[in-house]
Every structure is written in structure tokens, then in C-alpha cells.
């Protein structure tokens, strides 16, 4: 085996609620990370130079600074290895959409190598690895519907609802940053439990970022109260897409079809395990 093809999958949070501020900066988060069907897909060859090479471009990212070029380069690193990759990635998910597009192809990186170039590293290995590069990697790399705290990387397994959902990106780019630094932002929610969050429910779950986003961006606003006249809608982490959640596949393809002039639109149906662990039984 010297390649793979290999699924990225996207997340929602379904709830995000920031309960306060660490000393070097970082905000302290409860959320509920759910897997969906919408995927990247990455193409992983081996080679035996060592050289790692990514042959898709993102626009406004040099080489170096891809996600995707520094897990790889990361997993060499500390692996010892001399072999190298040549990577290709076919990218649906929208870069700064909220769906951790970035971070999951990063962890299909390297969830991918460590297999290809047969390492034997395990997932909490590999997740510990994956919070070098961002805080959303390791729930991707673990591959399962989650519980988070901390600053997103202190996992729990969860098994949450599966349903059809409606997303929309509205065709702007947040800036998660100045999200984070906005003097308005909620930053004390009281931290609740797992249970209790669960126990809730979604008529309950809220995002603490969509107050300030949409008063910045006018047309994720739009989109909100637009969705919102079709289901219970919000903001998935800092944005830009939004999202709902629908019973059927026929309604959510109904609504998705009716919303492009609020953006681009997907339907993708909510995951417990990821599609990525499902393709190499681990």
C-alpha cells in the first residue's frame, strides 16, 4: 500500500458556550462537537525521499503554513522517519466556515501517514501531536461526536441525535481572532456539566460567539433569521456558516435549495464516528 484516499470530514459545534479567559490569552470553552458527511478528501502517496509535497494550493496560504504540510512535516519530525509524502487535497469545505476544515485535514494527515508509513502510533499519540497544530485537530484525529473542554482539546465520546442538516456559508470571511477579541464577546457563561448539557437538549444549546458575529457581519445575519424561519438555527464556532437541524433528507434538501441567495448551501447528515476512522477500521 503506498496510497490512500482518505475522507476529511467536517464538524458543527452544536452548542459553544466561553466560561472564561486563561493567563496566556486563550478563552475556556464548553461545546459539543458533532461529526458530519461532509468531507475534503485527501490523497496521501508515499515516497521514499523524504521530500513532503502538497500539490493543491489554498488561496492566501503559503505552502508552509498549510495544515496539511506542517502535520506531515510534524509526524516526520518526531517519528524519525525517512520517508516522505505527496499530498493532494480536493477541497469542498470552505476555508474560515466554522466547519474545521483546516484542522481536519490536518488530522487525516496525520491519521493517514501514520498508517501509510506503518508507525504505529496511537490515536492519543497522534491527538497530542494534532493540539501542536490547532485546537480542533485532535477531535477529528480521536474521530468520534464529542464533548469538549478546555480550549476545545479535553474530549469526552458522546453519542448525540443524527440529523439531516442545512448548512450555509454566506460568502464572507470571519476573522477568528478578532472574534475572540471583541470587548463585547460573552465570556462568562457559567460552566455547566456534560449531563446536564445532554439532558438539555438543543432548544437549550447556544452559541456565545453569534451575538457579536452577527453584529459585524450583516449577511450572517441574514442568514441566521432567514434559516430561522425554517428550524431553530445558529452559528457554528466563530462562523461563517450557519446551520439547522431537519428530521428528513427531502426537507433539508428542500430548504438548501430554497436558501442560495443567502450563499452557497450543503445538506449533510450528523455522524457519531467519523467517516475517515470508518475507511481504515481504527
Not at 524519525?80 to 487535497?89: I, K, M, P, Q, V
Amino acid at each position: 500500500m503506498t496510497t490512500l484516499t482518505l475522507p476529511a470530514p467536517a464538524k458543527l459545534n452544536r452548542l459553544l458556550h466561553i466560561t472564561g479567559r486563561r493567563e496566556d490569552g486563550y478563552h475556556r470553552l464548553q461545546t459539543l462537537f458533532q461529526i458530519i458527511d461532509l468531507c475534503d478528501q485527501l490523497t496521501i502517496t508515499s515516497r521514499d525521499d523524504g521530500v513532503i509535497q502538497l500539490t493543491s494550493r489554498m488561496p492566501g496560504v503559503a505552502a508552509d503554513d498549510n495544515l496539511i504540510v506542517r502535520a506531515a512535516q510534524l509526524l516526520q519530525k518526531v517519528s524519525g522517519t525517512r520517508l516522505g509524502a505527496t499530498l493532494t487535497l480536493d477541497k469542498t469545505l470552505p476555508m474560515g466556515g466554522g466547519l474545521g476544515g483546516g484542522s481536519s485535514d490536518a488530522a487525516t494527515t496525520l491519521v493517514g501517514l501514520n498508517a501509510l508509513w506503518r508507525l504505529g502510533f496511537s490515536l492519543d499519540e497522534l491527538a497530542a501531536l494534532g493540539l501542536q497544530l490547532g485546537a480542533d485537530v485532535p477531535v477529528f484525529v480521536h474521530g468520534h461526536t464529542a464533548w469538549a473542554e478546555g480550549v476545545g482539546e479535553q474530549l469526552t465520546p458522546v453519542g448525540l441525535d443524527t440529523p439531516w442538516f442545512v448548512i450555509i456559508h454566506p460568502g464572507v470571511s470571519v476573522s477568528t481572532q478578532a472574534v475572540f477579541q471583541d470587548p463585547q464577546l460573552t465570556r462568562d457563561s457559567r460552566p455547566i456539566t456534560m449531563a446536564r448539557a445532554l439532558q438539555g437538549g438543543a432548544s437549550e444549546w447556544r452559541n456565545d460567539c453569534e451575538a457579536v458575529v452577527k453584529q459585524h457581519y450583516p449577511a450572517i445575519a441574514q442568514a441566521l433569521d432567514w434559516l430561522s424561519q425554517h428550524a431553530p438555527s445558529r452559528l457554528t464556532g466563530t462562523g461563517a456558516c450557519v446551520f439547522a437541524a431537519f428530521e428528513d433528507a427531502q426537507t433539508a434538501h428542500a430548504v438548501a435549495e430554497a436558501a442560495g441567495h443567502h450563499g452557497s448551501a450543503w445538506v449533510a447528515r450528523g455522524l457519531n464516528t467519523s467517516p475517515l476512522h470508518d475507511a481504515l477500521g481504527c
